[in-house]
């Protein structure tokens, strides 16, 4: 699933306020490793002109770069204010309209695919740019994908079945329930006539791992009747299922928390 360069302005005031996302994931009564916590979360990062991101994930797994933002699109006393003296900044008016279109592609060549990266944000990183007299910044929406993992398909209405070895246990990584514009080799559409468009469940994934994370086995149907319906009536949908199986060992924390 291809992110865009820029989230919506209400996306990026809510990632700053609390540096990641879903909590309150599954509770369930098994022991396993604390490592899966980890691969769950939504990191948000940033950093001020000046400033040094850094980005790391936990052993086994590797940075996966979501969406990426350089530029500025709120006041400098809400977020990196002006390093300029009171003066200058006083008679140069900021631009909170300002954003660069290489982040992302900068930010796929910086960490993608790798453990760890760091590297000190400024203008001349990014190429052009469009607004030189406005401090910016970098925001960064990341995921630590698993080493190994595996992927399932389900059509609609038939079973998605998961399992793990023994010993092991299921980690939910992605969850889409509904259609891709590039639809799916497993499940052919036969909706002629119908438009070439992307819909999906917003609850797909926090659905799947109430139901299998943390379980050796696992299983769901991939129905309206469980996800809704995020399409227009009679479009063929699909549940794709991204997973890895891990070692029973330590305790899950119950709650995964803003960083």
């Known amino acids: 699933m291809c992110c865009p360069d820029v989230l919506p302005t209400s996306t990026f005031l809510l990632g700053l306020m609390c540096l990641t996302a879903f ?6 009564s098994a022991d396993f490793s604390g490592y899966i916590s980890q691969v769950l979360k939504n990191y948000t990062d940033h950093a001020c002109d000046g400033e040094y991101v850094s980005l790391r994930c936990p052993h086994r797994t590797t940075i996966s770069i979501q969406s990426s933002f350089y530029g500025r699109i709120v006041p400098s006393h809400q977020l990196c204010p002006s390093r300029y003296p009171h003066s200058y900044a006083t008679l140069t008016k900021e631009d909170v309209a300002c954003s660069v279109g290489t982040s992302l592609q900068k930010m796929l060549d910086e960490c993608q695919d790798r453990r760890s990266c760091q590297f000190l944000v400024n203008s001349r990183l990014f190429g052009t740019d469009p607004c030189p007299r406005t401090g910016k910044y970098l925001l960064v929406w990341y995921k ?7 992927s399932k398909v389900a059509c609609e209405d038939d079973k998605l079945r998961l399992s793990c070895k023994k010993s092991m246990v299921i980690a939910i990584y992605s969850a889409i ?5 590039g639809g799916s080799l497993e499940c052919p559409y036969q909706n002629l006539g119908m438009p070439m468009i992307e819909c999906q469940s917003a609850t797909a994934l926090q659905l799947m791992i109430k139901r299998c994370h943390g379980k050796r086995s696992c299983s769901i149907y991939a129905s309206t009747y469980e996800f809704g319906d995020p399409c227009y009536p009679g479009i063929q949908k699909h549940l ?11 305790p899950l924390r119950r709650n995964i928390f803003c960083l």
């Open 177 to 181: 329930f509904g259609r891709t514009q």
């Open 144 to 150: 630590c994908r698993p080493n190994e993992y595996k």
């Open 240 to 250: 794709n299922v991204i997973y890895t199986c891990d070692d029973i060992k330590t």
């Open 23 to 28: 909590s309150n994931f599954a509770k369930t």
